[in-house]
């Protein structure tokens, strides 16, 4: 489909939007990141919504733009939306997606138009008012929302986003499906509740490496084998490795309904720290490693300090490991924790830790806001423990 999308990211929408900027990148797609607001982005070009919005694990929806204005006005309005008004149900939901810069007199604006429209057409449109983000002008509808209220079906969730002085408004024709997540979750038949990666964040991590169909992925601390599932389900071998040979059997057993799809999966019981010791061949790497004890509540300084220690020893030897077995461009996407403390303070790695091995960190958004946002800080205020997510390049041979 050629066009114009609108593209609503989700609630990390700086690591949704490197997603996106690194699936382009190595898919060579024909779409090209036009703008972007805090929640949203507009791609131009060609462009399959539906593909996209199933392969991605940070887009909250798509809307298919029907165009632009520099005034407001209802001439305008109808030029765009009188096809819309042709084709009308007899009863249905619609709402407004907002973001940018739109006023709350062009909000309001687009709100008495379509109020007055439908009126004028002799449906009963109902209004479904959209959930505020925490922002001014940041409001949209909530997929869950959209297909409880057939948003998509038989009425409207109208997606409107304002550039300087242009404004897009388009029409959203998919979403994240909820349920779709919430199946292949089950299909985990043996989960680790305390430590499994998320379905969203394990496509995210797979996605963020840039790897193509028929490349294969490691993840040399598999567990259960979220992942790998994730691999596999875009298309790539998987290869996952656990010290555990509990995890392994679990990952083996969650993993066994992809076994007739595209790609193969292979598990390995050993140690991470010695993967040049096994005659394993891949193209990249996802994984969200051991992060250090649970913790219900904050550490002090010196607790904080002595984990960091323990880790190092296994992270330095992945790096090592991963230093013999990788070539120089390939990607690394990795996990490693930054301790909150009961004093206040920060602790995390230096990035000496996997900069001795020969790889170095990277940052697909050029945006100047974007500056410093990898390693990007996934987290909650309720997490004890934050998440930073590396993007990691192999840049030199071994030390």
């Excluded at 694990?57 to 809307?63: E, L, M, N, P, R």
Aim: with cysteine; proline share 6%.
């Amino acid at each position: 489909m050629n066009g114009s999308f609108l593209v609503v990211l989700g609630r990390d929408a700086p690591l949704s939007l490197a997603e996106l900027v690194i699936l382009n990148r190595a898919n060579r797609t024909p779409w090209t990141l036009h703008a972007h607001w805090k929640n949203a982005c507009l791609l131009l070009g060609a462009l399959d919504p539906f593909e996209l919005q199933e392969r991605v694990g940070g887009t909250v929806k798509i809307a298919h733009v029907l165009g632009s204005l520099s005034t407001l006005d209802q001439a305008a309005l109808d030029q765009l939306f009188l096809p819309i008004f042709s084709n009308l149900e007899p009863r249905f939901y619609y709402g407004f997606s907002f973001f940018g810069n739109v006023s709350s007199k062009e909000q309001k604006f687009f709100q008495a138009y379509f109020k007055t429209a439908f009126k004028e057409n002799h449906v009963k449109a109902m209004y479904k008012a959209p959930k505020t983000h925490g922002e001014p002008n940041q409001n949209s509808i909530h997929p869950s929302e959209i297909f409880s209220r057939g948003l998509l079906d038989t009425g409207f969730d109208f997606c409107i986003a304002k550039k300087n002085n242009t404004i897009y408004v388009g029409r959203t024709i998919t979403a994240s499906n909820a349920k779709a997540i919430s199946k292949r979750d089950k299909e985990r038949v043996l989960q680790n509740k305390v430590s499994a990666i998320s379905i969203r964040l394990a496509r995210i991590l797979v996605n963020l490496t840039g790897l193509s169909p028929t490349q294969t992925l490691l993840d040399p601390f598999c567990g259960v084998g979220t992942i790998l599932q994730e691999a596999r389900l875009v298309g790539l071998n998987a290869v996952g490795v656990d010290q555990d040979p509990d995890a392994i059997k679990a990952a083996r057993q969650n993993l066994k309904y992809l076994k007739n799809g595209p790609g193969q999966t292979e598990l390995v019981n050993a140690d991470a720290t010695h993967l040049s010791r096994h005659p394993l061949s891949f193209d990249g790497v996802a994984t969200e490693p051991t992060l250090g004890p649970y913790l219900t509540r904050l550490p002090s300084v010196n607790t904080a300090r002595q984990t960091l220690a323990e880790l190092e020893e296994i992270f330095d030897g992945l790096f090592r490991a991963l230093s013999h077995k990788m070539k120089k461009g390939q990607p690394v996407v990795i996990i490693l924790p930054e301790f909150p403390t009961i004093e206040g303070k920060l602790l995390r790695f230096s990035e000496k830790l996997f900069e001795k091995h020969g790889f170095v960190s990277t940052n697909p958004l050029s945006f100047p806001e974007y500056a410093r946002v990898f390693p990007y800080l996934y987290t909650s205020d309720t997490n004890k423990i934050h998440r930073l997510i590396y993007l990691l390049e192999k840049r030199k041979g071994i030390p």
